[in-house]
């Protein structure tokens, strides 16, 4: 079961905020978010962050409790550098599983950043495409890898000890999902953010599914959203905003 969870995180250690005593624990890095849940025995992690804050988020793990020995899965909101840069190395040091949606898994076998992006605007992805080469922000081939478990809409995952079902959220990219608990919590990826205000994502891929999964939003069980960038909110707020 997941445990009680609180919407912010106050502590901090370096470059990464995080709560020592509440779960969801959010580790925070360069601005994204990776997510520890404690269940029954053990942890998942959600998301792994960016390569170059590995120590980072590696201490704020230990100091959570993690071991080799109980962190039973690690999911993947989908397969850009910043959620998947530490996802092959956590992978060995924990011996977890790796699970993700098989859309995306041609990003981190290929360490590219487009694999799956074919309808981005020629001048927009000609500027990411600018700024991923510049900066070195593709998975080098250290760290690419083949996800172990592939999960698909509706799927359960309390057969690894975590209650929650799958979302496809494809449009940012076309592997793109959500984990939804029963008490409500939503961790997103990158389907919406939280870095001013609760809002959609900037970087869409495919509009009319993005908006398609902007869609599955509307449902009563959505509670407080965990999002891939920004601190957690209530999904009630970004529906009014939607709808005002």
């Given at each position: 079961?997941?445990?009680?969870?609180?919407?912010?995180?106050k502590?901090?250690?370096?470059?990464?905020?995080f709560?020592?005593?509440?779960?969801?624990?959010t580790?925070?890095?360069?601005k994204?978010?990776?997510?520890?849940?404690?269940?029954?025995?053990?942890?998942?992690?959600i998301?792994?962050?960016?390569?170059?804050?590995?120590?980072?988020?590696?201490?704020?793990?230990?100091?959570?409790?993690?071991?080799s020995?109980?962190?039973?899965?690690?999911l993947?909101?989908?397969g850009d550098?910043?959620?998947?840069g530490?996802?092959?190395?956590?992978?060995?040091k924990y011996?977890?599983?790796?699970?993700?949606?098989?859309e995306d898994?041609?990003m981190?076998?290929h360490?590219?950043f487009f694999?799956?992006?074919?309808?981005?605007?020629?001048?927009?992805?000609?500027l990411?495409?600018t700024?991923v080469?510049?900066?070195?922000?593709?998975?080098?081939?250290?760290?690419?890898?083949?996800?172990?478990?592939?999960?698909?809409e509706g799927?359960?995952?309390s057969?690894?000890?975590?209650?929650?079902?799958?979302?496809?959220f494809?449009?940012?990219?076309?592997g793109?999902i959500?984990?939804?608990?029963?008490?409500?919590?939503?961790?997103?990826?990158?389907?919406l953010?939280n870095?001013?205000?609760?809002?959609k994502?900037?970087?869409i891929?495919?509009?009319?599914?993005?908006?398609?999964?902007i869609?599955k939003?509307?449902?009563p069980?959505?509670?407080?959203?965990y999002?891939?960038?920004?601190?957690?909110?209530s999904?009630?707020?970004?529906?009014k905003?939607?709808?005002?």
């Amino acid at each position: 079961m997941l445990e009680n969870s609180e919407e912010d995180s106050k502590n901090h250690h370096s470059n990464s905020e995080f709560s020592r005593t509440t779960f969801p624990l959010t580790i925070t890095s360069k601005k994204t978010n990776c997510f520890l849940v404690k269940i029954k025995d053990g942890f998942v992690l959600i998301d792994t962050g960016y390569t170059s804050e590995r120590l980072i988020i590696e201490q704020a793990l230990k100091d959570a409790g993690c071991t080799s020995a109980n962190i039973n899965l690690i999911l993947l909101t989908h397969g850009d550098f910043d959620h998947s840069g530490n996802c092959a190395y956590f992978r060995d040091k924990y011996s977890a599983k790796v699970a993700m949606h098989k859309e995306d898994s041609g990003m981190v076998e290929h360490g590219d950043f487009f694999y799956s992006r074919t309808n981005l605007n020629v001048i927009i992805k000609a500027l990411f495409k600018t700024v991923v080469f510049l900066f070195r922000l593709n998975l080098k081939k250290k760290d690419r890898f083949k996800p172990d478990i592939y999960v698909e809409e509706g799927e359960d995952l309390s057969v690894y000890g975590f209650d929650a079902k799958i979302i496809h959220f494809p449009g940012h990219s076309k592997g793109s999902i959500g984990f939804l608990t029963p008490t409500g919590d939503l961790f997103c990826g990158d389907l919406l953010e939280n870095t001013k205000e609760p809002s959609k994502f900037s970087l869409i891929d495919n509009h009319e599914e993005y908006n398609e999964s902007i869609e599955k939003l509307k449902q009563p069980q959505i509670k407080t959203v965990y999002p891939g960038h920004g601190k957690p909110f209530s999904l009630e707020v970004f529906l009014k905003k939607l709808s005002s």
